[in-house]
C-alpha cells in the first residue's frame, strides 16, 4: 500500500490510500536470462500482447531528450529519426556516451531483435536530442543551455511526445519557458520523478513544472518503490524497478536496475499506444485518458490524488481494451486546466528525410531546430540497484553530478563548483544525474 494525497495542481482532494497491486502483478525474473525479453517482466504484466492487437504506437513520433541514441542496436534498427546533439559535444546525437539513451529508446520503440529490449510502443519512431550529463561536462566543451533548448527543438518537431529521463533541484526560468513553449504546441512532456527519495526528496525540474507529466516508480509488486521521488508535483507512476537496460556505453549487454527513467519511458510509450488509436485526439484528451485509467485502489475518492503515484499506475490496457478514461475537452489541460494548443497527431507527418535541416543551430522552424540559448536544469539522481549482467544490460549506473551554464552558451570541461568568465557572468555548478 502507497499512502498519499494532498492537493495537486488544479485537482482538490483529501488524502487517499492507494492500493496499485491489481495494476501491476508480475512474475520475478530470473537472475540471468537468454535474452532481455525475458527480464521485461512489465510488458507481461501490463498486458502488452492484449494491447498490441489493437496499438503498436504505429505513427506515432517520440523525442527522447538523453545521451543520445545508437540507430544500429539491433532492436532500433529503422526506427531512429534525425535529432540533434544540443550538448554540442564530440559526435553526434546517435553517439551514446552512457548507454541511457539508448535504453530509453528500446524501452519506448524497441523490436526485441536479436534478444534486444522489446519496446511497449514497438512501432513508433523516436528523434534523438542528446544532453550532457556532469561527466561529459567534465571532460569536453559542451552547450551550456542544452536542456532548455532540446526541449524548445523538440516541440518544434514532428514528434507527439517529449520524454525526459534527466532533471536537477534547481528551477529554471529559461527552462519553464521551453516546456510552456511545448505545452502550447501541444505536445505531451514526460519526465522522471527521480531517484533520491531517501536522499533529501527534493522537488525535481523539468518534472515538477506544472505543464510536465511527472512520473514515479513502482515495483514488481506494484507499489511505489522507496526511491521513487515524490510530492505534489507527481502525475503518474509506472514500472521503474529490476529493468533491464544497457550496462553502459559499450551496448554489449543488459543488466537489471531501477530508475524512475523507466518509468517515464513506459508512460511516453503508453501515450503513444492510446494516441495512434485516436489520432484525432489531441494531447491533452490522451493525457486525460491516461489519468482516468490509471490503476487506483477502491478506497481513493473521486477527486483526489497521490503525492506518491498521482493518479495512479498507468494502464493503456485499460483504455484501449476496456473503453475506461474518456478523452474530454480538446483544448483544455489537465496539468493546469488551461486552455492549450496543439493539433490531433494525425494532422502531422513526422519526416523521415535524415537530410531535414543538418544545422539545427541555424534554425528552430524544423525538428531538429533549435530555440535561442536559454539556460538549463537538468538531471534527478540515478539509483542501480544491480550491476549483475543477464546476459544481453540496464539504466546506466554512471551517476552524474555538477553541470552550469553562462551567458557564452558553453561549460568548460572539468570545471566544479562557481567560476567567473571574464566580464561575462557566473556559472553555478548544477547537479545533472540520470534518473
Known amino acids: 500500500m502507497i499512502e498519499g494525497g494532498g492537493l495537486r495542481r488544479a485537482l482538490l482532494g483529501t488524502t487517499a490510500t492507494v492500493v496499485l497491486a491489481t495494476a501491476l502483478v508480475g512474475v520475478a525474473p530470473t537472475a540471468v536470462a537468454a535474452d532481455a525479453r525475458s527480464q521485461q517482466w512489465y510488458l507481461d504484466a501490463m498486458g502488452a500482447e492484449d494491447i498490441w492487437k489493437k496499438s503498436t504506437g504505429a505513427g506515432m513520433t517520440v523525442a527522447v531528450i538523453d545521451t543520445g541514441v545508437d540507430p ?54 523516436v528523434i534523438p536530442y ?86 514515479g516508480a513502482t515495483t514488481q509488486g506494484g507499489v511505489v518503490a522507496d526511491y521513487s521521488q515524490h510530492g505534489d508535483y507527481i502525475d503518474l507512476a509506472a514500472p521503474g524497478s529490476q529493468i533491464p537496460g544497457y550496462c553502459d ?4 549487454k543488459y543488466c537489471v536496475s531501477d530508475g524512475t527513467s523507466f518509468s517515464a519511458a513506459l508512460a511516453s510509450a503508453s501515450a503513444a499506444l492510446i494516441w495512434s488509436v485516436h489520432p484525432d485526439w489531441t494531447g491533452s484528451q490522451v493525457l486525460r485518458a491516461m489519468f482516468e485509467s490509471a490503476g487506483r485502489g477502491d478506497d481513493w475518492k473521486p477527486g483526489t490524488v497521490s503525492t506518491k503515484a498521482g493518479h495512479g499506475v ?32 494525425g494532422s502531422a507527418t513526422p519526416s523521415t528525410d535524415p537530410s531535414a535541416n543538418p544545422n539545427p543551430s541555424a534554425s528552430a522552424s524544423t525538428s531538429a531546430g533549435a530555440p535561442s540559448a536559454t539556460a538549463s536544469t537538468q538531471a534527478p539522481d540515478g539509483k542501480s540497484t544491480s550491476g549483475a549482467p543477464v546476459a544481453g544490460s540496464t539504466e546506466s549506473a554512471a551517476g ?19 567560476i567567473v568568465l571574464a566580464g561575462v557572468g557566473v556559472v553555478i555548478a548544477r547537479r545533472r544525474r540520470a534518473a
Open 130 to 215: 542528446r544532453v550532457s550529463n556532469t561527466e561529459l561536462q567534465n571532460e569536453q566543451t559542451v552547450n551550456a543551455f542544452d536542456m532548455s533548448e532540446a526541449i524548445k527543438a523538440a516541440a518544434d518537431s514532428d514528434a507527439q511526445i517529449i520524454n525526459v529521463a534527466f532533471g536537477s533541484d534547481y528551477y529554471s526560468e529559461e527552462e519553464l519557458e521551453s516546456v510552456q513553449y511545448a505545452h502550447k504546441k501541444g505536445k505531451l512532456i514526460f519526465a522522471a520523478s527521480g531517484n533520491g527519495a531517501l536522499k533529501g526528496n527534493k522537488k525535481q525540474y523539468p518534472a515538477s513544472y506544472p505543464e510536465v507529466v511527472a512520473v
Open 400 to 418: 552524474t553530478e555538477s553541470g552550469g551554464g553562462s551567458n557564452t552558451g558553453v561549460i568548460i570541461g572539468a570545471v566544479a563548483g562557481v
Open 72 to 125: 544500429d542496436t539491433p532492436s532500433l534498427k529503422g526506427k531512429v529519426l534525425k535529432g540533434w546533439d544540443a550538448a554540442e559535444a564530440k559526435g553526434d546525437e546517435t553517439d551514446d556516451y552512457d548507454g541511457h539513451g539508448t535504453t530509453i529508446a528500446e524501452i519506448i520503440v524497441g523490436s526485441g531483435a536479436q534478444g534486444g529490449l522489446r519496446g511497449l510502443a514497438p512501432d513508433a519512431k
Open 249 to 252: 556505453k559499450s551496448l554489449t
Open 314 to 345: 498507468i494502464r493503456p490496457n485499460a483504455h484501449i481494451n476496456r473503453g475506461i478514461g474518456k478523452p474530454g475537452d480538446a483544448n483544455i489541460s489537465p496539468l493546469t486546466n488551461e486552455p492549450t494548443g496543439g493539433a490531433a497527431a
